[in-house]
């Protein structure tokens, strides 16, 4: 069975921190990685994904992979209250499959 | 209308009834999925279709029927439903029904069976 863990949190930082958000997943032959937003009552949006190992930078966010340590995480730069959500880590094994997805991190950021 | 959206927002029902979930994508793709999400847990696949052809049931109860009349609609029936069903029904879009294919969502129903 194909598993995708998360740290439920909640994960609390000062305004200004940087958060990181971890995920870990069971099958190694996953090829895809996607973190989703989650705010209360909405629906995840995408806010970034990642194919090969190390890192992706994309404004204050940063995802980064070690699939030999089948980890992936993301970090929030100069966090701020509006960053408070859920993160949803979600993993893709090969084409023809759907993404699993973990339960999420709360994060909170306090101002 | 852009994106994934979702009618009805919210919905109450008792046991005995019998509703439809809509789901319509503005965005071209080619693949259509529903999730549930409860409570504490992950996002639950229930359905996928790609290119109206549905290519993954998991094991879900047939008192959820879905359909797939063409590849920017989606429908959910639901019929004699259980309070446990009771959830965020989310409706996603992609391209194809691949791994690396980014999925969007829509707002969700979220549903109430009493």
């Known amino acids: 069975q194909k598993e995708v863990e998360q740290n439920s949190g909640p994960l609390s930082v000062p305004e200004g921190a940087i958060a990181s958000l971890n995920c870990t997943y069971s099958d190694r032959g996953s090829q895809s990685f996607f973190w989703y937003r989650q705010y209360s009552g909405k629906s995840p949006e995408l806010i970034m994904f990642?194919?090969?190992?190390g890192d992706k930078e994309d404004g204050r966010f940063t995802a980064q992979l070690n699939k030999a340590s089948q980890y992936v995480s993301l970090l929030i730069r100069d966090s701020q209250p509006s960053d408070s959500a859920t993160y949803l880590c979600?993993?893709?094994?090969?084409?023809?499959?759907?993404?699993?997805f973990g339960k999420g991190t709360t994060l909170s950021v306090s101002s | 209308e852009t994106g994934v959206t979702q009618t009805p927002r919210h919905l109450v029902m008792g046991m005995t009834n019998k509703k439809s979930l809509k789901c319509e994508q503005h965005?071209?793709?080619?693949?259509m999925y529903w999730y549930k999400q409860s409570a504490k847990k992950p996002l639950e696949l229930m359905f996928v279709y790609s290119l109206e052809e549905r290519v993954e049931n998991n094991s879900v109860p047939s008192r959820f029927s879905p359909e797939c009349p063409n590849s920017s609609h989606l429908f959910l029936h639901l019929h004699t439903l259980q309070p446990e069903d009771s959830a965020l029904y989310l409706c996603a879009s992609s391209q194809d029904h691949g791994s690396t294919d980014t999925q969007y969502f829509g707002p969700g129903t979220r549903l109430t069976v009493l």
């Open positions: 990642i194919y090969s190992n």
């Open positions: 979600a993993v893709g094994h090969q084409a023809g499959t759907a993404l699993i």
């Open positions: 965005l071209g793709h080619n693949a």
